[in-house]
């Protein structure tokens, strides 16, 4: 397991960006993909766009493509989500993910931050 500490959500306004990042701690030279999810009020958790932590490949939700970039910063253990033209169906808390060599999926997660766009 790796311990995941999300952190840059807040309050915005429609059109506007955010910036999350996740900084993984613990058994991450056992990390092969990071992944970003999200879960809106009354409903089930999605997935929002992940990364391969060795080579940087990355995949997407159709519907964030072109609005969101996921990127990663090997030396400091931490996976960012930059968000442009945020729409309020963007609000959600959204959550970090690390997927170990181990794990058949994503196994560790993080707390959670909150994401608020207003329209």
């Known amino acids: 397991q790796v311990q995941l500490v999300e952190s840059g959500g807040g309050l915005v306004q429609a059109g506007n960006s955010l910036r999350l990042s996740c900084v993984a701690s613990?058994?991450?030279?056992?990390?092969?993909?990071m992944g970003w999810f999200r879960q809106a009020p009354g409903k089930e958790r999605e997935f929002v766009s992940a990364?391969?932590?060795?080579?940087?490949?990355?995949t997407y939700a159709d519907s964030m493509k072109g609005r969101f970039a996921i990127s990663r910063d090997k030396a400091k253990n931490t996976v960012y989500l930059q968000m442009n033209s945020l729409k309020p169906e963007d609000t959600a808390v959204y959550y970090c993910?690390?997927?170990?060599?181990?794990?058949?999926?994503?196994?560790?997660w993080g707390q959670g931050t909150q994401v608020t766009v207003s329209s």
């Open positions: 993910a690390a997927r170990l060599g181990v794990d058949r999926d994503f196994g560790s």
């Open positions: 613990g058994r991450t030279w056992n990390m092969i993909r």
């Open positions: 990364i391969n932590w060795s080579d940087g490949r990355t």
